[in-house]
């Protein structure tokens, strides 16, 4: 599958940016969704995840309650609500793809780890200033 993402850009802290990231090439409901991210200097990390159906996400813990994922199968598209950014959100965010027969409702570690996921999008850059 092919992924796009978009929406990123420079934000306040305090602030709020909506990502997108469209699909194609394959069948998108067949994938869980997640969203990572690259700060300089650091290793991607985990952000949030959304199982095939959109009846389960999780995130991790810096970011519960400010950032929300949701899909909408229909339009083939994953998306990443962020508010109350904080400076330390800063980095370039990737939407991946990761096929719903390996865990169907990201029950295990594997949803959140950066190598379990085959597809991945070019990423756009998320900035927070302070």
């Known amino acids: 599958v092919q992924l796009q993402a978009s929406g990123g850009g420079l934000v306040q802290a305090g602030g709020s940016l909506r990502l997108s990231c469209v699909a194609s090439?394959?069948?998108?409901?067949?994938?869980?969704m997640g969203w990572f991210r690259e700060a300089p200097g650091k290793e991607r990390e985990f952000v949030a995840v959304?199982?095939?159906?959109?009846?389960?996400?999780y995130y991790r813990d810096s970011v519960k309650g400010r950032f929300t994922i949701s899909r909408d199968n229909t339009k083939n598209t994953v998306y990443l609500q962020m508010d109350s950014l904080k400076p330390e959100d800063t980095a370039v965010y990737y939407c991946?793809?990761?096929?719903?027969?390996?865990?169907?409702?990201?029950?295990?570690?594997?949803?959140?780890?950066?190598?379990?996921?085959?597809?991945w999008g070019l990423g756009t850059l998320v900035t927070v200033s302070s």
């Open positions: 090439g394959s069948t998108f409901s067949s994938y869980n």
């Open positions: 959304i199982t095939w159906s959109g009846g389960n996400a």
């Open positions: 991946a793809a990761r096929p719903r027969r390996r865990d169907y409702y990201c029950s295990g570690y594997g949803c959140r780890d950066p190598v379990s996921y085959d597809d």
